[in-house]
């Protein structure tokens, strides 16, 4: 799955900061006493044209700026240039630093907040983005919030579609794909029919479709179905409208998701070469979440192909990276599985248990975090814009007498229709606790079975008066009893063939005598080895659902979870998060 985060993990991002800060701070460069007849204003001009391609030049700039303002005392040009100092060392990914001169910003711009709207809005998307960085999105999502509330005091559209997209961002990174969707594409929306120049418009439209093509690859994770049409749909769309020079920074993300896309199409040696020329880019910009990104699907593809330790080299390569960064990132649990996965090819049984161990500790703290994150999202933004959404319905209905008796019924169908969204949603978690515990009954059902049947002395031919019949029978128990069904290659045919008869006999024979047609006879076999299997082997369940769909005879994971709902009443994902809960 896709793990483009640090670029994605600059939310709607980093280049995009530059078209509205241009007007505010700056600082200064050169240690010669050159800089000492320089007034602020000038230093702000050096700034502002060294801050996009040279950002160690403009912070010398900024702290020389900083001491000017300090000389005169004047608060609001200190605030700036503590945001000037902050935001050159988020370009330089010096996290702490950027959070330590925020911090400072914020009090003084307090002071006269009216004001210092802008720069408030600023300062809280600059921290959520740090926040995000770092990994810690709950402390991301308070500071998106307070921005939020700053643009919309502002009635900055620009701003608004920024804070929206970032809180979207949080939600993919949670696995909330679908709404963060929904997100993304209203805000292509809202910027579509905004009066926003041309190329600010474009830079926005650039980074949203980044995320949007981002998003879409990740859903494959969670629902088991490609979105690969989709992804590329909208990674096309800005590769045809960014320029390779203009928008370096957008284009080389936006190839990053074409790396991914290969991968996912199988062709691991095109993701390579394309992964090879991100890697010179990243080598040449500096640009560590980039570099990571790359080298992990240059390994990953290598995992492909079976090439282990070259898929070591690149894999060992993003993990030294991720552990001497300050930033976070969301490749590292699969990092840990690939890793498991060549180690223990090439022999080094150690390193892939280690490695699997460190995998399935990361698994079990992102689950614990997706919960935690998203239950924050839902309690601190989407209620609250609920609530304001109805508050806004009932400016209207006060606003407009004649409307008011319809307006009052909308609100009310909407409060009912919440209401009844959240029975819905506790119905169907019942109902679902309910499945698991009948399939756990059943599976125990199953395991008394298969004892009996061990310990039964009669035959068939005692029940069955046909004694040919009789004789198929008996050799589906021993098919059965060695789990030939989980043969991936298993039909009719193939049983047929095993069972030396035809087909049409083995058909009629099971319809029958087991009361049921030859897929649905082959069916509950399989998933009730499945449901067996999963509860006695913790082994097994670390394994993904496709691992797991193959390892009893199916070919695809979605007519695994098919199957398994219908003969269960609930998914594999549910099954295995109850077996995981008891652990």
């Keep these: 799955m896709l793990n483009v985060k640090q670029y994605f993990c600059s939310p709607i991002f980093k280049i995009l900061i530059l078209f509205f800060y241009l007007c505010t701070i700056s600082s200064a460069f050169s240690q010669t006493d050159s800089l000492a007849t320089k007034s602020y204003d000038e230093l702000t001009k050096l700034y502002v044209q060294n801050i996009g391609k040279n950002p160690a030049t403009a912070l010398v700039y900024m702290q020389k700026a900083h001491e000017v303002a300090k000389q005169t ?152 179905e490609d979105y690969i049409k989709e992804a590329r749909y909208y990674s096309n769309l800005g590769l045809r409208k960014c320029s390779k020079t203009t928008h370096t920074i957008v284009y080389y993300n936006l190839l990053l998701t074409e790396i991914v896309i290969r991968f996912e199409e199988g062709i691991y040696q095109e993701s390579i070469t394309l992964a090879e020329e991100v890697v010179t880019y990243a080598k040449e910009d500096n640009n560590e979440a980039t570099l990571c990104n790359a080298y992990f699907y240059i390994g990953k593809s290598y995992a492909k192909l079976k090439k282990y330790q070259q898929a070591i080299t690149y894999l060992e390569m993003v993990d030294s990276l991720i552990q001497k960064s300050e930033k976070s990132y969301s490749n590292e649990r699969q990092l840990n599985r690939i890793l498991a996965v060549c180690y223990t090819a090439i022999g080094e049984i150690e390193k892939g248990q280690a490695r699997l161990e460190r995998y399935i500790g990361l698994f079990d703290q992102e689950r614990v975090d997706d919960v935690k994150v998203m239950n924050e999202v839902y309690v601190k933004n989407d209620i609250p814009e609920l609530i304001s959404e109805l508050e806004e319905l009932k400016k209207i209905i006060l606003a407009t007498e004649k409307k008011k008796q319809q307006l009052y019924f909308i609100a009310g169908i909407l409060t009912v229709l919440l209401i009844f969204s959240i029975g819905w949603y506790r119905k169907k978690v019942k109902k679902v606790k309910k499945h698991v515990s009948d399939v756990l009954k059943k599976v125990a ?139």
Excluded: W
Excluded at 179 to 196: Q, R, T, Y
Excluded at 544 to 552: G, R, Y
């Design 73 to 224: 005392n004047d608060t609001a040009e200190i605030a700036r240039t503590f945001y000037g100092l902050a935001y050159c060392n988020f370009y330089l990914t010096n996290n702490s630093k950027t959070l330590q001169y925020v911090e400072k910003a914020i009090p003084l711009l307090l002071k006269e907040e009216e004001k210092n709207g802008v720069m408030l809005y600023q300062c809280f998307n600059l921290k959520g983005m740090v926040f995000t960085d770092m990994g810690e999105n709950s402390k991301a999502l308070n500071s998106h919030i307070m921005a939020k509330e700053y643009a919309k005091k502002n009635r900055n559209i620009r701003n608004e579609i920024i804070t929206a997209s970032n809180i979207a961002f949080i939600k993919k990174m949670h696995k909330n794909y679908t709404e963060a969707i929904k997100i993304f594409k209203e805000s292509l929306a809202v910027l579509e029919k905004s009066n926003i120049d041309d190329e600010t418009k474009l830079s926005y439209e650039l980074s949203l479709y980044v995320n949007i093509a981002d998003t879409y690859l990740r859903m494959k994770e969670t629902t088991g």
């Design 445 to 583: 059902e199953l395991e008394k079975i298969q004892v009996q049947e061990k310990n039964k002395t009669s035959t068939i031919s005692e029940k069955v008066t046909d004694q040919k019949a009789a004789l198929i029978l008996e050799k589906l128990k021993k098919f059965e009893e060695k789990e030939e069904y989980l043969s991936i290659d298993c039909s009719l045919s193939y049983v047929a063939d095993k069972l030396q008869s035809n087909t049409s006999y083995i058909s009629n024979v099971i319809n029958n005598y087991k009361h049921k047609t030859f897929k649905a006879y082959i069916t509950e076999l399989r998933i009730n080895a499945a449901l067996i299997r999963l509860k006695n082997d913790d082994k097994l369940r670390s394994y993904t659902i496709q691992a797991i769909a193959e390892e009893f005879g199916f070919k695809r994971q979605e007519t695994f979870s098919k199957a398994f709902k219908q003969e269960t009443g609930i998914y594999p994902s549910q099954y295995l998060k109850k077996l995981r809960e008891k652990e």
